[in-house]
């Protein structure tokens, strides 16, 4: 087995996740520092206040990439850094750290990819409506271009969003992500207005003499239904609906799907145009995936009309592993919406990782996920799908959202009392990968 030369091997992070600094330099607040300061939103009250301290960690941090071997990084840039109430004066301290960031990571040789919205949100635009008010989607184009006139020449890869289905679903219907909301209208009129920013970004970054490719990352799944029966069938339906077919359909067809109606109520939000902006061409695409899973009808919930089938073997977040998943998005998204470049921008297994009395994290686990999501993108690639990086999550351990630290992803363990960084077992499985370029295993 080996990758196209060339393939990106990364890492990927989140600046709330990782940065901690949240007052620091001119920062605004976030609705991620407002929900995780909520009293019982996230495990133990955690919060990304301190995180890895990567705001002030960072030459030290980009070190470890480099010794890791990775060609290229995704980062994301804080929304609430550069434009502290979300619209108004440019903060500059806050766009220098992610001038140093970029010149540091080009210095030793890593390609930038950066996510312009990974879900922190300054708190002035919530106060202001969110992403439930389509006014949102003009602040982000807007916020989109500050921060493109800074870093154009030296970013080779845009993504605007990062899984706008948690920015809608989780954080607007199930309620465990910030806002907190639960409220199906208010979720699917957020999903709207984020990919209408979306597609406002997109022009914004095209406007703005673009040297790099622009896309969009979502969290995709591949859903069957647990049976042929046809209730089943129908579940799974909606369930790719949901998780899928939202985004997809709109993204690359420029249309939402016929049963979106029957599901969510008139898109009475849709105003003309709004799907030509969304489906505006792209460079590439990102797909983030963690699940693969069985659908059956759940008459004790009709209005959403499924149930998950709870995997065999959950891992700690509750999903089943299963790498066939991968494959199949990859083949699907390629078959059936786009000829676009894909890239894998996440993949990743929740462990509870412990320094042993050795001295090593041995999260054997952690290597044979990967290995069969290598595996799976490559049989993808072989089969035909122009996929050109893969990006595990994640480099660092970091603020695992509403799990808090209470559950680790990174290829490095960081021990957060200490902020010392070690590489886990899985760091130098994942750099012998690179070496070889996927060969040699
Ligand atoms: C304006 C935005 C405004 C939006 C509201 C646009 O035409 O440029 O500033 O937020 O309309 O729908
Ligand atoms: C997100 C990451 C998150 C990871 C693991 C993805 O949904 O983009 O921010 O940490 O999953 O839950």
């Not at 009808?297 to 700690?316: C, F, M």
């Not at 066939?324 to 297994?349: A, F, N, Q």
Request: with cysteine; charged share 25%.
């Amino acid at each position: 087995m080996r990758f196209p030369d060339g393939f990106l091997w990364g890492a990927a992070t989140a600046a709330y996740q990782i940065e901690g600094a949240v007052s620091e330099d001119g920062r605004g607040p976030s609705i991620w520092d407002t929900f995780s300061h909520t009293p019982g939103a996230v495990l133990r009250g955690d919060t990304g206040d301190i995180a890895c301290d990567h705001y002030h960690r960072w030459p030290a941090d980009l070190d470890l990439l480099s010794s890791l071997g990775v060609n290229s990084y995704r980062f994301s840039v804080a929304w609430p850094r550069v434009l502290p109430t979300g619209d108004g004066d440019v903060n500059i301290k806050g766009l220098d750290f992610y001038d140093r960031l970029t010149d540091g990571l080009l210095e030793r040789g890593i390609t930038p990819m950066v996510t312009l919205y990974h879900w922190d949100l300054p708190q002035g635009l919530q106060d202001r409506g969110g992403w439930a008010s389509r006014d949102t989607a003009f602040r982000f184009a807007d916020y989109v271009q500050v921060v493109h006139q800074r870093l154009a020449d030296r970013v080779p890869y845009w993504l605007t969003l990062n899984e706008p289905y948690c920015s809608a679903f989780v954080g607007h219907l199930d309620g465990t992500h910030a806002p907190g909301l639960r409220d199906e209208r208010v979720a699917v009129t957020a999903l709207h207005h984020l990919l209408l920013g979306h597609g406002l970004a997109v022009q914004a970054l095209r406007a703005g003499g673009v040297t790099g490719q622009v896309g969009i990352t979502c969290n995709l799944t591949s859903v069957r239904a647990a049976s042929t029966d046809p209730a089943d069938e129908e579940a799974a339906r909606r369930l790719d609906l949901h998780e899928n077919r939202m985004f997809l359909d709109p993204l690359f067809r420029g249309e939402y799907p016929l049963d979106a109606v029957a599901q969510y109520g008139d898109l009475d939000f849709v105003r003309d145009d709004d799907l030509a902006v969304i489906s505006a061409p792209l460079d590439y695409f990102g797909i983030n995936y963690y699940e693969r899973h069985a659908v059956r009808a759940s008459p004790a919930d009709p209005v959403r009309g499924w149930e998950r089938v709870p995997p065999a073997e959950p891992t700690l977040t509750g999903i089943g592993v299963d790498p066939r998943g991968l494959r199949e998005i990859l083949e699907r998204v390629h078959r059936d919406y786009t000829s676009l470049p894909l890239v894998v921008t996440e993949t990743g297994l929740a462990l509870h990782d412990y320094v042993g009395p050795d001295g090593e994290v041995a999260d054997d686990e952690r290597i044979a996920f990967f290995d069969g999501h290598v595996r799976a993108a490559h049989e993808a690639l072989a089969n035909g799908v122009p996929l050109f990086g893969f990006f595990p999550w994640s480099f660092l351990d970091n603020f695992e959202w509403a799990s808090g630290y209470g559950v680790r992803y990174g290829l490095y363990y960081v021990d957060y009392a200490t902020q010392e960084r070690r590489p886990k077992r899985s760091a130098a499985w994942y750099q012998q990968l690179i070496r070889a370029n996927g060969a040699a295993r």
